[in-house]
């Protein structure tokens, strides 16, 4: 019997999910709300057992065992999946949903002893019927959204009279269920109900193809949480019901969500009716003076024409697509961004319901990438602003910005509401290439006249754009790149060089990439000496061990005494990872931890070349001098990334 304190904590308990649930509306939130959520599915448990007599110890140990399992299996697994497969582990969460409903339902329908009322015996039936199309269509959904299955719909002949043939099916054998009372009959016909409604989800979810996956996932979703309120009711569970309930409103929410972004409902999607929809008036294709549509994209622009495209831009609208997922280019983009904002820009994303491949994935994508929520902007809120913006770029993007959806009658995508992307001033396309996307629909933006076309991975376009405005920026300043361009003057017209290594060498691994400098060096017939200090690394021969594993020879490696008297005919000296070694300071201010300490005289070389993470002192603590001397170009970063820059400029002149 459940009495009024019962009803206190199923209350309790069901405002924590509640309040965990309002908390999903930022990402900040989203992890304090995950916490109250699974606070209060841990006390429904908890109650649950307790309630129905369940509390003996062996009883609670095996829930307690099940408990723990269920949760470090969902916690590896869950750790060990990306953001670019989140969508098919939804998929299949919602599908576990509906196994864990039908199974719980044909338990109950089955005990002995228990007589179950009609209410409860109707809802198990059903729960059970959606459950297991919960579950089957879950695990097509997971395998088309993991490229498991083909992304195109499969529809069968008469594929929608094999539906209501399997409908009216479930429906008979659900009606007899229902009257029948014996388990030795009633097992059997809910056996057969169960393997009807699995074969039911199977059918229904293969005639749907990649570009309604969203809706899927949110149908889905809702349909797991119906399967569980109907659980609730079978077995009289108050927190199950209003949890299921809550599940399966948000579900449908969503559904409509989705299904409204693309301008069309559940029957457009899931039995292919068109139906007379609200369509907006289709524009006509703009055409040039000749009257034929506007010419091929200026692909022939190409990366080296962004520069100039940004350079007086004050507005940048970003719209990520599935693309982008794909290729891991979200970090890419940020950095981008960070760009665009350091050069005074306004840069904002735009997001369409449907570009990823469950509601909100392109948010959660950014979200992980430490993009501020206040960036985000859906559709409806950001087309008024495009024909205002000096430039936008698309990520792996095609149908929600495909003009055709706006413009052309009769196509998969025809009335669908898209991003104006095609209104701003430049559009800068980063697609892997020009084939349409899941709709089949060609996508008439890549023939604009101001389109550029930047075909290829897009976290390798990103990374060379960034490349690009980075050259840009800093020559202009006389930043780091400014530096490069100095330091290659200077190597070019070296005869000799001294590379003296130090412990941020170590630190960086980049060993490999000096000795691979030294080759260019000799190549090109300059002289290379390495100068080893005795204290450079953590332990006496430190460095020396080090060169040896890159296979310098052991002739070039040559000890502070040998090597000192040398720098002053020296044309460039390269530090890599090192400072106190070579601060002038030990031998020049007294009363520092380094005073009076030996060290490689590099200041006395003609040109000094600092490839250091940064300009702070070592681990004396002593600041160095040397790097405020004229003659000194500081290359900052990496050392290994900075070898990298360095090889590539040299590769670049020897092979020009």
């Not at 009216?168 to 007899?176: E, F, N, P």
């Not at 800093?474 to 530096?483: C, K, V």
Request: aromatic share 6%.
């Amino acid at each position: 019997m459940i009495n009024s304190a019962s009803i206190v904590f199923d209350i309790v308990i069901i405002l924590i999910l509640f309040v965990g649930i309002r908390e999903f509306r930022s990402p900040r939130g989203a992890r304090i709300g995950n916490m109250m959520a699974a606070l209060a599915i841990f006390c429904a448990v908890l109650i649950t057992v307790y309630r129905y007599g369940l509390a003996s110890p062996g009883i609670m140990f095996g829930v307690i065992f099940a408990l723990l399992i269920g949760s470090a299996v969902g916690w590896i697994w869950s750790i060990r999946i990306d953001m670019l497969h989140m969508p098919s582990m939804i998929a299949f969460q919602n599908g576990a949903g509906g196994a864990a409903s039908f199974l719980v339902s044909f338990l109950e329908l089955t005990r002995i002893g228990m007589p179950l009322n009609q209410v409860s015996k109707i809802s198990g039936i059903i729960g059970i019927v959606v459950g297991a199309v919960t579950l089957s269509g879950s695990v097509i959904a997971a395998a088309k959204l993991a490229n498991k299955m083909k992304q195109t719909p499969t529809v069968l002949p008469a594929h929608n009279l094999i539906q209501l043939g399997i409908i009216v099916v479930i429906i008979l054998i659900g009606g007899q269920a229902v009257i029948v009372s014996a388990n030795q009959v009633l097992v059997p016909l809910l056996f057969t109900l169960l393997v009807v409604s699995l074969v039911l989800g199977v059918i229904f979810t293969l005639r749907i193809g990649g570009a309604d996956m969203p809706v899927v996932i949110s149908f889905l979703n809702a349909c797991s949480g119906l399967a569980a309120a109907l659980v609730g009711l079978a077995v009289q569970n108050g927190i199950l019901i209003a949890s299921g309930a809550t599940v399966a409103a948000s579900g449908c929410i969503l559904s409509y969500v989705m299904c409204k972004a693309m301008n069309r409902d559940l029957m457009n999607v899931f039995l292919g009716i068109r139906r007379g929809l609200k369509r907006p008036k289709l524009k006509k294709e703009p055409a040039d003076a000749k009257g034929v549509p506007a010419g091929t994209a200026r692909a022939e622009v190409g990366i080296s024409g962004i520069a100039e495209i940004v350079r007086d831009a004050k507005s940048v609208v970003i719209v990520p697509g599935y693309g982008m997922a794909l290729a891991h280019a979200q970090f890419k983009v940020v950095e981008l961004m960070k760009l665009f904002e350091e050069a005074g820009k306004t840069v904002k994303f735009a997001i369409h319901p449907v570009a990823g491949r469950m509601p909100g994935h392109m948010n959660v994508l950014l979200a992980e990438a430490d993009v501020p929520y206040d960036k985000l902007h859906e559709m409806d809120d950001i087309n008024p602003e495009f024909p205002a913006t000096d430039v936008a770029i698309i990520v792996g993007a095609c149908d929600v910005v495909n003009p055709a959806a706006i413009r052309t009658e009769g196509t998969p995508i025809s009335g669908m509401p898209i991003l104006n992307v095609h209104e701003a001033k430049h559009v800068i396309v980063c697609n892997l290439d020009e084939r349409p996307g899941y709709s089949g629909v060609e996508n008439p933006l890549y023939k604009d006249e101001k389109v550029i076309m930047l075909l290829g991975d897009a976290k390798e376009t990103m990374g060379e754009i960034i490349g690009l405005l980075s050259a840009k920026k800093e020559l202009a300043q006389g930043g780091p790149r400014g530096a490069i361009t100095s330091a290659y003057n200077a190597l070019m017209d070296a005869k000799s060089v001294v590379i003296v290594p130090g412990y941020g060498m170590a630190l960086a691994h980049a060993q490999f990439k000096v000795v691979e400098l030294m080759k260019l060096f000799e190549e090109a017939g300059k002289t290379v000496k390495f100068a080893i200090h005795p204290v450079a690394g953590r332990m006496p021969g430190h460095m020396n061990v080090l060169l040896a594993e890159a296979d310098v020879p052991y002739d070039k490696l040559h000890e502070m005494d040998d090597i000192n008297p040398e720098f002053p005919a020296t044309d460039v000296a390269i530090i890599v990872g090192a400072c106190d070694v070579v601060n002038p300071a030990a031998i020049r201010t007294e009363g520092t931890p380094i005073s009076g300490m030996p060290i490689l005289n590099v200041h006395e070389a003609k040109h000094v070349i600092v490839c250091n993470l940064d300009e702070r002192p070592g681990y004396s603590g002593v600041e160095n001098p040397l790097y405020k001397d004229e003659k000194v170009i500081m290359l900052l970063g990496d050392a290994k990334e900075t070898m990298k820059e360095v090889i590539n400029r040299l590769n670049g002149k020897r092979n020009g």
